[in-house]
């Protein structure tokens, strides 16, 4: 049988099914309406729904065949009226089986006998918190490696890099991601980034910095969305608001909140499985990690994709790229707003959450100063085009490039400038904001 496309709506009193089938005549079309449960079958066709809200047939509800679209309209009428049905643009939840659906929904996650109520009580406690998600940085023992590593989502991939030493990989930072721990790749990450850190490139970009500039102020297609989205509503409102409004919104409002049919199609492909999450924290962070690496290449192509976008995302992302796990908001300084509570939260926390050049680890104040009285003394000058002194800058970055001198980045290990540059006037951070308010 052939799972066809469709489409579902809703207003206050019906539910609005499309169905996208061809050569099909209207006599040989069967319905079956149950409950919450949709049934819609015509050779080849089979297409069942459970959706979020009980519906019933009828006098007003009908079904037309659209030929030459190819379209089934189908109009259900809502058991309760005014009831919203939530989620019905997720199609892998609607799709899913009875069985998968109780699974989702189970407040048993762990089918295993439970020998110790006292020991397992509390992890299925915790499990099904409804409590808000606690951001606050933990404090763990460094863990070891028993048996095997973990990495990827949730932390439940492992021996994906067996060999990867032997094959091509251009995205991957870890020499052995299976025999190491989550906090010895985060130290890896931190020796590779120096290793990789050029001063020369960054002075270069602060002085010359117009086409940076011009990018940053861009206006990307998400910001235009929510500034239209501000004109209407609050922003304190918007995880409620298309709820509350959904059949009296503009064509323009609807594509914020509404999937695309080429978004439809990705949701189809989806697996329809659950997952038992052991730290839903953890999970948000490596989510919004791999969304500001997506970020970063929209905003350079300037909304485009080319042949690098796979790979500018990948090794952007240490998700990817180093195969680590987060722990805190600060390792990922992210802002983005989406319907579900604790990403809207993780959002509000991250317009408190003040981030300083010295937080990235390198003197980048000194270089700065550096950059622009290496600048001023060209702008001097006539006859000859200064240059930085070589030696100064070599032994300047010496702790930078010298491997023995690595260690993982924190304020209390910063590389120091040497002596050449103490005769600087070196103040306070020029750039003290929320990150999120420079770009």
């Known amino acids: 049988m052939i799972t066809p496309k469709f489409q579902v709506s809703q207003d206050d009193e019906n539910i609005f099914i499309t169905i996208f089938i061809q050569h099909v005549r209207a006599k040989n079309i069967e319905f079956d309406v149950d409950g919450n449960e949709f049934r819609f079958f015509a050779n080849p066709y089979y297409l069942r729904l459970k959706l979020t809200g009980q519906v019933i047939e009828t006098e007003d509800s009908t079904a037309k065949l659209d030929v030459s679209d190819g379209k089934l309209l189908v109009k259900l009428s809502k058991l309760n009226k005014g009831e919203f049905f939530p989620d019905l643009d997720l199609l892998s939840l609607l799709l899913a089986t009875k069985t998968e659906t109780l699974s989702a929904n189970s407040n048993k996650p762990f ?45 439940q991939y492992s021996g994906w890099f067996v060999h990867v030493d032997e094959t091509p990989n251009e995205i991957n930072c870890i020499a052995s991601p299976e025999s190491t721990s989550n906090d010895q790749r985060v130290s890896m990450q931190y020796e590779s980034e120096d290793l990789a850190f050029n001063e020369d490139y960054y002075m270069s970009n602060y002085i010359e910095d117009e086409e940076i500039e011009q990018l940053i102020s861009l206006p990307s297609k998400f910001q235009v969305d929510f500034d239209n989205l501000k004109k209407e509503i609050d922003p304190v409102d918007i995880s409620t608001f298309y709820k509350n409004n959904h059949n ?31 730290n839903k924290k953890s999970v948000y962070l490596g989510i919004l990690d791999i969304l500001l690496a997506y970020a970063y290449n929209y905003r350079a192509y300037e909304g485009e994709n080319t042949v690098e976008s796979v790979w500018t995302i990948g090794i952007l992302s240490s998700s990817c790229s180093c195969l680590r796990n987060f722990d805190s908001l600060t390792q990922t300084i992210v802002s983005f707003y989406r319907r579900e509570s604790s990403l809207i939260s993780l959002s509000e926390k991250m317009k408190k959450l003040p981030i300083n050049k010295t937080d ?69 951070p020029k750039k003290t904001k929320p990150l999120i308010e420079e770009l």
């Not at 918190?129 to 763990?140: A, G, M, N, V, Y």
């Not at 700065?368 to 070599?394: F, K, M, N, R, V």
């Open 111 to 155: 089918i295993i006998e439970e020998i110790d109520s006292d020991l397992t009580s509390p992890v299925i406690e915790d499990y099904n918190s409804d409590t808000d998600t606690d951001w606050e940085l933990p404090q763990t023992i460094e863990e070891e490696i028993l048996i095997k590593a973990s990495y990827g989502f949730n932390s």
């Open 360 to 428: 990235i680890g390198w003197p980048l104040d000194q270089y700065e100063d550096l950059a622009l009285e290496t600048s001023s003394e060209s702008g001097d000058s006539d006859d000859d085009e200064p240059t930085i002194a070589q030696d100064t800058l070599s032994s300047s970055t010496s702790n930078v490039s010298n491997p023995k001198f690595l260690e993982p980045l924190t304020p209390e290990v910063v590389p120091e400038i040497s002596k050449p540059f103490i005769s600087l006037n070196i103040g306070s």
């Open 248 to 278: 009296n919104l503009s064509d323009e409002t609807k594509n914020i909140f509404e999937f695309s049919n080429e978004e439809q199609e990705l949701l189809l492909k989806l697996p329809r499985k659950s997952y038992i999450i052991n």
